[in-house]
């Protein structure tokens, strides 16, 4: 028999023709963002003039309070939006900013979507890399959820972009850094373009900064940790990021689906990676309609 298998391989070969390879060599570019994306100059400018009218909107209304403390740092700090009438449940939007840069304060529009649609929002800031390590981020953003968790009830909804969705899957992955009153509460997750396995990260330049060894990217990429009981979770992508972005929100979505989680994938069309969050400020788009479902 071994003689009728060489044919057949070779028949395929010049068929199919020669084998297609895929290597990173500049994991910077990799994963840069601004350079790019054509006309990224507007960005964050433009999410800071939305958020900032948002705020004012619901502060005129009496529907914001802001800056509530969830622990003792300087940027253990939240903010909370809440619908007309009694809260259906919670929504946590976690900011991203590869865990150097933002605050919450530059996302609060994205909170419109799930404020319409009757749900409190939470958006937290944390303590930023070098400062802190992104293990000592996912405890602060657990602690904030769990400080929301106090003051809203109902079911909770987490969402976070980019590193954000990194944390977001982070809180549904075992061990769970969340108290078990809370995470019993959370009945959806959408990782908006996700950093869910860091180790990529360990070979760009701004590990100098994020200062990722081995022992932590084993210990905190959800792509490399089991799901809790009963996750669920979308891993939203847009059709015109970096290729990394989108295999690192298939990797999740593919994996947790082994592991017995309830996962999505959804790439959509001509969204870059600082466009993909803006459905979440409207409660008709796709995006909040799955992270409310």
Not at 47 to 73: H, K, M, N, P, T
Not at 107 to 118: E, F, I, N, R, T
């Amino acid at each position: 028999m071994a003689g009728d298998v060489r044919p057949l391989l070779l028949h395929v070969a010049e068929r199919e023709g020669p084998l297609l390879e895929y290597r990173i060599q500049d994991w910077d570019n990799a994963y840069a963002n601004s350079a790019n994306i054509a006309g990224s100059e507007r960005w964050p400018a433009a999410w800071f003039e939305a958020a900032q009218s948002f705020r004012d909107r619901l502060a005129a209304q009496g529907r914001s309070r802001l800056d509530i403390a969830y622990g003792s740092g300087a940027r253990h700090r939240l903010d909370l939006f809440l619908p007309e009438g009694r809260p259906t449940g919670l929504v946590v939007f976690i900011h991203g900013g590869y865990w150097m840069a933002f605050d919450q304060r530059a996302w609060s529009h994205l909170a419109a979507g799930s404020v319409d649609a009757g749900y409190a929002v939470a958006m937290p800031t944390y303590t930023l890399c070098p400062e802190a390590r992104i293990t000592d981020i996912v405890g602060e953003v657990a602690s904030a959820i769990g400080k929301a968790a106090e003051l809203v009830e109902g079911p909770i909804a987490l969402t976070g972009h980019s590193a954000g969705g990194h944390l977001a899957s982070r809180m549904i992955s075992s061990p769970s850094p969340l108290a078990d009153a809370v995470r019993v509460r959370i009945r959806n997750v959408v990782s908006i373009s996700g950093l869910h396995d860091l180790r990529p990260l360990m070979r760009t330049g701004m590990n100098a900064k994020l200062r990722i060894d081995e022992a932590e990217a084993l210990a905190e990429s959800p792509a490399l940790l089991r799901p809790m009981a009963d996750a669920r979770i979308t891993c939203w992508v847009g059709g015109g990021e970096r290729q990394e972005f989108l295999r690192q929100s298939a990797l999740l979505a593919n994996m947790w689906t082994g592991l017995g989680a309830t996962t999505a994938e959804v790439v959509e069309p001509d969204r870059h990676h600082f466009s993909i969050v803006d459905g979440l400020a409207s409660a008709d788009h796709p995006l909040t309609k799955t992270l409310l479902s």
